[in-house]
């Protein structure tokens, strides 16, 4: 068995899975209808081969279990409501899946999944597991839950869809501005989560951050003209392009100025800026077309030094206009310190209200690096002090810690930067 | 004569904690103040919600109708505003639900949260 058959299989099982929450209306029986099908499909398609439409074969199968589970709880619960839904699942069951069938139904799944009136974890549980196929030990493993935490979240959060009605349907253009961000909110965090795991090491987590970028490239393939969706999908490939060149073999940091520009994923920079261009062309801005021009514009530079910090400055402050938050605040600080200089920075700094960013590790060793540059010896080894506090992540303490011996032996940084932080959005 | 609304308030870690036999005796319970208040003619109608998990909270934007809708998930939990009303509403879905309670002033002076009530033929 590959890697890449049991991959498909899954990617393949997300669509089959929108399809049939439709017809039986209950995402549990769904589920267990496709779990069903995949095993199937994983024993039989090794010894016989991928049939032609591996979609079509894999719906065919869950339709049939579906059926067998519904046909079973009507006879057991003998209710009249339950005898005229097998009706009506049957008949749906018997139609044709188009290919547009199959979009509005993942519309559907995607947006009932991430419905607001879930918690933000539990959406994001529910579109990993529903549209990456993720069982509920490895969506345990992204969230450093243990496994039957996260059991007991994805139930309840089941749980609300089916007593609090929340529909299985795409939102009305109308509700779009209530409802587009808390998906895209949803597939930011994954890519995020995969990109700068918050334990262990940078790297080890790009599957996860991958399938983040294919959620991404799904909602611009539904939605090609709502502009965030194609500004996610932007800032999605502009950051992790950036992948292989951040890490050294031991697993030590490596800032975007040391870094071999030449280890970037070229292609899906330039990906990136046409995707952005496209979005800027709707003349709708948002948030995440903002940060994905950030990101397009270190892609595009061709060294460290040639980078329009100036420029970046000035979209992080449009950034704080839609997203006034301390990490963008720490962002901007760090691209104005490279076009404006440290004190300036260090002001911006100062702005924030200080028991918001106590616990942030980047806050400290950002205002670290300030301070050094500001010839604050002193000041600035008691800020990386008060990062280490921070239980950062395994890449990070190592990279803390080593900053802060370069600082205590009178030493700068080689280039004299403070980019660790850029592109770095936590919620 | 005047009608006065009474709201229930319970510890939300017992809402859902309890076995069936401490529920049954709860209804019971619930019941037998049905029974006893019906026949004296005082009660004008109740329901019964749904665990605060179901909740949905809402507040419209601009303090006047027609802004922004921001839905968060849960109950209201901000203890300096207080209840002041409800309306029961029948709708189709949560959706339909909340593009109601979105137009209730309450949404734009302050919040309002949506629950879904126990329909006791359906079970639970």
Same mark, same amino acid.
């Given at each position: ?6 991959q ?27 779990q ?5 499909a ?52 018997r ?31 529910l ?49 779009l ?54 500004g ?81 400055? @000035? ?27 440290p ?35 002193? $000041?600035?080894?008691?800020?990386? $002090? ?8 395994? @890449? ?23 980019s660790?932080?850029v ?5 | 004569?005047p009608?006065?609304a ?24 619930? %019941? ?35 802004g ?52 006791? %033929?359906?079970?639970?």
């Amino acid at each position: 068995m590959t890697d890449s058959l049991e991959q498909m299989i899954r990617h393949e099982g997300g669509r089959v899975l929108a399809t049939l929450v439709r017809l039986t209306g209950d995402i549990t029986i769904a589920e267990d209808a496709v779990q069903d099908a995949v095993i199937e499909a994983l024993q039989r398609w090794p010894r016989v081969g991928i049939p032609d439409n591996p979609a079509a074969w894999l719906t065919t199968v869950a339709r049939n279990r579906a059926l067998d589970v519904l046909r079973r709880e009507a006879k057991r619960t003998a209710k009249e409501t339950d005898a005229r839904l097998l009706g009506d699942v049957t008949l749906a069951m018997r139609e044709h899946t188009s290919d547009s069938m199959v979009r509005d139904d993942l519309l559907r799944l995607i947006f009932t999944c991430c419905h607001p009136a879930l918690s933000f974890e539990a959406r994001t549980a529910l579109a990993l597991r529903t549209l990456c196929g993720m069982n509920t030990g490895e969506i345990a493993a992204v969230f450093l839950v243990p496994e039957p935490t996260m059991g007991q979240r994805i139930s309840r959060a089941k749980k609300k869809i089916a007593m609090a009605h929340i529909p299985y349907r795409v939102p009305a253009d109308h509700e779009l501005p209530d409802r587009l961000p808390s998906v895209l909110g949803v597939i930011h965090a994954v890519v995020t989560a995969g990109h700068h795991p918050p334990e262990g090491l940078l790297g080890s987590r790009d599957d996860l951050a991958a399938e983040g970028v294919r959620l991404a490239r799904l909602m611009h393939d539904l939605m090609p003209d709502e502009p965030e969706c194609t500004g996610l999908l932007a800032l999605s490939l502009a950051s992790t392009a950036r992948r292989n060149a951040r890490i050294n073999a031991d697993g030590d940091v490596i800032l975007m100025a040391d870094q071999d520009r030449s280890m970037w994923k070229h292609g899906e920079i330039t990906e990136a800026t046409t995707l952005l261009d496209q979005a800027i062309h709707l003349r709708r801005p948002g948030p995440f077309q903002v940060q994905a021009a950030v990101a397009c514009l270190h892609g595009l530079a061709p060294t460290f030094a040639e980078t329009d910090w100036a420029q970046i400055a @000035s979209l992080y402050q449009t950034l704080e206009r839609f997203t006034p938050t301390p990490v963008v605040r720490v962002n901007r600080s760090v691209a104005v310190a490279e076009s404006a200089g440290p004190a300036a920075a260090l002001a911006l700094l100062d702005e924030i209200e200080p028991t918001t960013v106590h616990r942030w590790h980047l806050y400290w060793s950002t205002r670290g690096e300030l301070l050094q540059r500001l010839g604050r010896t002193t $000041d600035a080894l008691d800020a990386f $002090d008060r990062a280490a506090d921070c239980s950062p992540s395994e @890449s990070d303490r190592r990279f803390l810690t080593k900053r802060r011996g370069q600082i205590a032996r009178g030493r700068a940084h080689p280039s004299d930067e403070l980019s660790p932080l850029v592109d770095r959005h936590p919620r | 004569m005047p009608r006065y609304a009474a709201l229930i308030y319970g510890d939300a870690a017992t809402e859902t904690s309890g076995t069936p036999d401490d529920w049954a005796a709860v209804m019971a319970e619930y %019941n037998d103040f049905g029974a006893t208040a019906g026949a004296a003619g005082v009660l004008a109608g109740g329901e019964a919600l749904q665990p605060t998990q179901t909740a949905t909270t809402l507040h419209v934007q601009g303090g006047a109708k027609g802004g922004e809708v921001i839905t968060t998930d849960g109950p209201f939990a901000e203890t300096k505003e207080v209840l002041g009303g409800f309306y029961l509403i029948d709708a189709a879905d949560l959706d339909e639900a909340l593009h109601w309670a979105a137009q209730i002033p309450g949404a734009w002076h302050g919040r309002v949260e949506v629950r879904p009530v126990i329909d006791f %033929n359906q079970g639970q």
